[in-house]
């Protein structure tokens, strides 16, 4: 091939290259300006008042294409497909008990996105706010509304591979004492101390304003451990467990575990352990579960799976019966009324 000839095909890659770049470009460009515009076939959502203490609504971050998406909306705590009320508090993750509200959510610069954990009252005006390390992950709080715990990655961005490190802080709401990573507190395997450099903790789920459950990772293993924010110890209880959630009657605790034989990006299903007796059920979702499930009841959970606008929201019993079944779409991080 002569010299020309090689200039040539160089050219006619690089254009093609160049081709395909832009057309991607525009495309990523076209998909986010869509999510501005309301589907014609998505959920009716229109803005009004939202607060946090109203029994007869139940709160989602709102998924939805169209101007209101990720803000927090209301719908009828009977009729979740219902019209949404959205607030206009946007937040990447969110949860409410009490009239306290949790709202982690991105601050947009100009060279780059940081994030910010803004405890919100119960008209979802804004209390305080700390900056966080990271990407937000997971949020609670406590049913009496006076401790919250937020997660974020601190490097790497998923749970489902080993290099990723995670920061969870705890905060007292009548003291704003902040106990910015849980990991300065004393951890116990076995009845022996643990001290280690790859101790990773997450997933808070409280009991009350003082005791808690969370996942602790160290050694390759990740644990159920029980916190206690005076004391400032965590225990561990039982292992493969990650992102634990508390039944309302505080017996049970809901959570993703690992399963043999499973994908490697998709190795998680959801079961429920006793915590009398640490027994274990496996629900009927046998699909991936990469979420901190929510007790709707003393009998049902909620979770997130991947849906056409991001996430929808799904629902199985916790005692093994049953099949999934979708509870709404469009929405991610929900909070039940009590």
Same mark, same amino acid.
């Given at each position: 091939?002569?010299?020309?000839?090689?200039?040539?095909?160089? /050219? @006619?890659?690089?254009?093609? *290259?160049?081709?395909?770049?832009?057309?991607?470009?525009?495309?990523?460009?076209?998909?986010?300006?869509?999510?501005?515009?309301?589907?014609?076939?998505?959920?009716?959502?229109?803005?009004?008042?939202?607060?946090?203490?109203?029994?007869?609504?139940? /709160? +989602?971050?709102?998924?939805?294409?169209?101007?209101?998406?990720? !803000?927090?909306?209301?719908?009828? @705590?009977?009729?979740?497909?219902?019209?949404?009320?959205?607030?206009?508090?946007?937040?990447?993750?969110?949860?409410?008990?009490?009239?306290?509200?949790?709202?982690?959510?991105?601050?947009?610069?100009?060279?780059?996105?940081?994030?910010?954990?803004?405890?919100?009252?119960?008209?979802?005006?804004?209390?305080?706010?700390?900056?966080?390390?990271? =990407?937000?992950?997971? @949020?609670?709080?406590?049913?009496?509304?006076?401790?919250?715990?937020?997660? %974020? +990655?601190?490097?790497?961005?998923?749970?489902?591979?080993?290099?990723?490190?995670?920061?969870?802080?705890?905060?007292?709401?009548?003291?704003?004492? *902040?106990?910015?990573? *849980?990991? =300065?507190?004393?951890?116990?395997?076995?009845?022996?101390?643990?001290? @280690?450099?790859?101790?990773?903790?997450?997933?808070?789920? +409280?009991?009350?304003?003082?005791?808690?459950?969370?996942?602790?990772?160290?050694?390759?293993?990740?644990?159920?451990?029980?916190?206690?924010?005076?004391?400032? =110890?965590?225990?561990? &209880?039982? $292992?493969?467990? !990650?992102?634990?959630? &508390?039944?309302?009657?505080?017996?049970? %605790?809901?959570?993703?575990?690992?399963?043999?034989?499973?994908?490697?990006?998709?190795?998680?299903?959801?079961?429920?352990?006793?915590?009398?007796?640490?027994? !274990?059920?496996?629900? #009927?979702?046998?699909?991936?579960?990469?979420?901190?499930?929510?007790?709707?009841?003393?009998?049902? /959970? %909620?979770?997130?799976?991947?849906?056409?606008?991001?996430?929808?929201?799904? $629902?199985?019993?916790?005692? #093994?019966?049953?099949?999934?079944?979708?509870?709404?779409?469009?929405?991610?991080?929900?909070? +039940?009324?009590?």
């Amino acid at each position: 091939m002569s010299r020309t000839a090689r200039l040539l095909v160089l /050219l @006619a890659a690089v254009l093609v *290259l160049g081709g395909v770049a832009v057309g991607a470009t525009l495309h990523a460009a076209g998909q986010a300006a869509q999510k501005d515009h309301t589907q014609a076939d998505g959920p009716a959502v229109a803005p009004g008042t939202v607060r946090l203490d109203d029994p007869r609504h139940t /709160l +989602f971050r709102n998924m939805a294409w169209g101007p209101h998406r990720d !803000e927090i909306t209301a719908v009828p @705590a009977g009729r979740l497909s219902g019209p949404r009320t959205a607030s206009g508090v946007r937040c990447l993750r969110f949860h409410e008990a009490s009239g306290t509200g949790i709202c982690l959510r991105a601050v947009h610069g100009k060279l780059r996105d940081t994030y910010r954990a803004v405890l919100l009252d119960k008209r979802l005006r804004e209390v305080r706010h700390y900056d966080v390390a990271g =990407t937000p992950t997971r @949020a609670r709080v406590s049913p009496g509304g006076h401790t919250v715990a937020w997660t %974020v +990655f601190v490097s790497g961005d998923s749970y489902a591979g080993t290099a990723f490190s995670t920061r969870t802080s705890l905060l007292d709401t009548r003291t704003w004492r *902040l106990d910015a990573n *849980l990991e =300065t507190y004393a951890l116990t395997v076995d009845g022996h101390p643990v001290h @280690a450099v790859d101790i990773n903790i997450w997933g808070v789920t +409280f009991a009350d304003d003082n005791r808690f459950y969370a996942t602790a990772a160290t050694g390759g293993k990740t644990y159920l451990v029980r916190g206690d924010r005076t004391a400032r =110890t965590l225990t561990a &209880l039982h $292992t493969n467990v !990650e992102c634990p959630s &508390l039944s309302p009657d505080g017996t049970r %605790v809901a959570y993703k575990k690992r399963v043999n034989g499973a994908a490697p990006d998709a190795p998680w299903r959801l079961y429920v352990l006793d915590l009398r007796t640490l027994h !274990e059920t496996s629900t #009927g979702e046998h699909r991936n579960v990469d979420d901190q499930a929510v007790w709707r009841d003393d009998r049902t /959970l %909620v979770y997130s799976l991947p849906g056409d606008f991001g996430s929808d929201l799904w $629902t199985v019993p916790a005692d #093994g019966t049953g099949t999934p079944q979708r509870l709404v779409t469009a929405a991610l991080a929900p909070a +039940f009324p009590r």
